[in-house]
């Protein structure tokens, strides 16, 4: 289905203030996809005009045939070469927009395009600074007043052709223009020798060109003094220069001057060459993370509390393999969290200044989290914080996280075992503590129901040594099990005394065996006077070989219990 072109003109119309200049400015704004100059900006402004497919592509051959429009007038009508002609023409969408805002796009994009161009000549700088990767809002204080031709003005071309041949990308030079526009006024053959004067301290053509994006004043005036100091320090701990190809950035304006000031502090708290090679080797981004921002923060968030310099220069030779703003982030993270649960300010700066190593790689979970998952306080936080800082270590993003006991139960708890004539051992008092689950009064109630059923109390003291975990069941199952092993099996209440673990076996396997044990003594298969614990508390297959298979039709018999049983017990669950 074809789209009417009058329809794409009041599309492209409306498009002006409500929905184009957004897309373009995505465009922008996204110098990593600068790459692939062809498709690049066509794909997006497709993307961001409308979400119907047809119609993108419909604006997309557009934008294409404006592209090559401006291609050759720029490079046919006004004489720039052919690759400046192409590339400015490729990435500058946000100048084709409001250029084709001013034609008729029901004629021949192209031709009404070069008709317009003849009799309404455009500002070339527009689409060159914005092709350099710069915004309208950035380029229009850089415009010429007095120029509206880049032929005109010869040094601006031949500085920016002497860094295009030197290896900088044309995309990174809108910065390199905003922050040193005088790079481009040089007469002829000056630039190229400011660059020499550092090629000739030893740097390479690949690092010299990342070392200029990442920082171009330091081909204004003379050469930069504080970067031939940092050169020569590196180089007088052993490292070649392709040290800072690898690691600087030129997302920044990078200040060699800063780096310098690192490398005087480290030498000032005491580390030696050799200590400083190695931090340097194993932690480069100390040095080159930010220029050094991360460090000097660190640094004074270290100073702010109190760290001395001994601590400090021990943890920076032992720092950890984790990047400076991570490891600032994670502190100041934590600072925030010992604020938030009101720990006093001398015990904030006590365990920052002492655990700043482990804290600085652990992103720790937020307060609030915190106290949901341990159910404590602020108070009781801050006591745990305090006796055992490692805790925190727990307590990180991504970890799991068990609820502590209540206080206050727990020394009920610890009361009641106590009273029950236990060890006042803490460690084994803490073990026994984790046995018994249940509040102090649970418990009290459970052991008092065995009591009250006619043990003696010593001997439940006793039972609870040897099966702790029969005081971890409900008042009402030790009653329904005691008055199983009575009633039921006719046992007296001294066979629990011998065997305590009988109150934790499920009812029906206690029948099952009990049912199969019996048939076994009427058919004189068994020994009528063995213990519960002998029949009940072996495993299954066990019973199965010294009890079921002692008869030749025990096994069958065997199987019709089990299902008699199973069979009874989904019945109780139905109903």
């Known amino acids: 289905m074809r789209v009417c072109s009058a329809y794409v003109v009041s599309l492209v119309k409306l498009s002006k203030t409500k929905f184009w200049p957004r897309g373009l400015l995505q465009i922008a704004q996204s110098p990593e996809l600068y790459g692939t100059t062809r498709s690049y900006h066509v794909g997006l402004i497709e993307g961001s005009l409308n979400n119907n497919g047809k119609l993108g592509r419909t604006r997309g051959a557009t934008l294409r045939l404006a592209q090559d429009a401006i291609m050759e007038y720029l490079h046919f009508t006004r004489g720039l070469p052919f690759m400046d002609a192409e590339f400015i023409s490729k990435n500058s969408p ?27 000549p455009i500002n070339e700088f527009e689409p060159f600074f914005e092709s350099l990767g710069l915004s309208p809002s950035d380029y229009v204080r850089l415009l010429p007043r007095e120029r509206m031709f880049l032929i005109d003005d010869q040094l601006l071309l ?16 809108g910065r390199i223009y905003k922050e040193a ?14 660059i020499n004067s550092y090629e000739k301290l030893g740097l390479s053509q690949s690092t010299m060109a990342k070392v200029i994006a990442a920082s171009p004043y330091l081909l204004t005036g003379d050469v930069d003094k504080d970067f031939v100091e940092v050169l020569e320090n590196l180089k007088n701990l052993g490292f070649q220069f392709t040290l800072i190809e690898e690691n600087i950035s030129d997302e920044a304006c990078f200040r060699w001057s800063q780096i310098l000031e690192l490398l005087c502090f480290f030498s000032k708290i005491g580390c030696n060459e050799e200590q400083l090679s190695e931090l340097i080797r194993h932690h480069p981004g100390i040095l080159f993370e930010g220029s050094g921002d991360k460090t000097c923060s660190l640094i004074g968030y270290l100073l702010k509390f109190g760290s001395s310099v001994c601590e400090m220069r021990s943890m920076f030779l032992q720092f950890p393999n984790v990047q400076v703003g991570k490891f600032l982030s994670n502190l100041r993270r934590c600072f925030l969290f010992l604020t938030e649960i009101d720990m006093p300010t001398d015990d904030v700066s006590k365990i920052l200044r002492s655990h700043s190593m482990w804290l600085g790689e652990c992103t720790l979970k937020k307060p609030n989290t915190v106290f949901a998952r341990l159910n404590v306080g602020k108070k009781r936080l801050c006591k745990i914080i305090k006796d055992h800082p490692t805790e925190m270590k727990n307590w990180v993003l991504g970890s799991q996280m068990e609820r ?18 236990f060890t006042d051992d803490l460690t084994k008092i803490s073990e026994a503590t984790k046995l018994f689950r249940g509040k102090a009064e649970d418990l009290q109630e459970r052991f008092d129901c065995l009591v009250g059923a006619g043990l003696d109390r010593q001997d439940v003291i006793k039972m609870l040594t040897v099966c702790p975990k029969m005081l971890n069941m409900s008042k009402d199952v030790i009653e329904m099990k005691i008055d199983f092993l009575l009633n039921y099996l006719g046992c007296p209440l001294s066979a629990l005394v011998k065997f305590p673990a009988f109150l934790g076996y499920k009812i029906q396997r206690i029948k099952l065996r009990h049912s199969m044990y ?22 299954d297959r066990k019973f199965v070989r010294q009890f079921v298979n002692r008869h030749p039709s025990g096994p069958e018999v065997w199987q019709k219990l089990n299902k008699k049983f199973a069979h009874a017990e989904c019945l109780v669950h139905a109903s």
Not at 95 to 117: C, M, P, V, Y
Not at 181 to 194: A, N, S, T, W
Not at 404 to 421: E, R, T
Request: glycine share 8%; net charge positive.
């Open 181 to 194: 526009p005088e790079i481009f006024c040089y007469d002829r053959g000056l630039l190229m020798l400011k």
């Open 518 to 539: 019996n048939w076994l003594k009427d058919q004189g298969a068994a020994d009528p006077e063995l213990a519960l614990s002998t029949f009940i508390g072996c495993s």
């Open 404 to 421: 502590l006991p209540d206080k206050g139960k727990k020394l009920l708890k610890v009361k009641f075992l106590l009273g029950l004539g």
């Open 94 to 120: 946000q100048f084709l927009d409001r250029l084709l805002q001013k034609i008729d796009a029901q004629e021949n994009i192209g031709a009404s395009l070069s008709r317009f161009l003849r009799y309404h």
């Open 158 to 173: 031949e500085n920016y052709h002497v860094l295009c041949e030197y290896g900088i990308a044309r995309e990174k030079m």
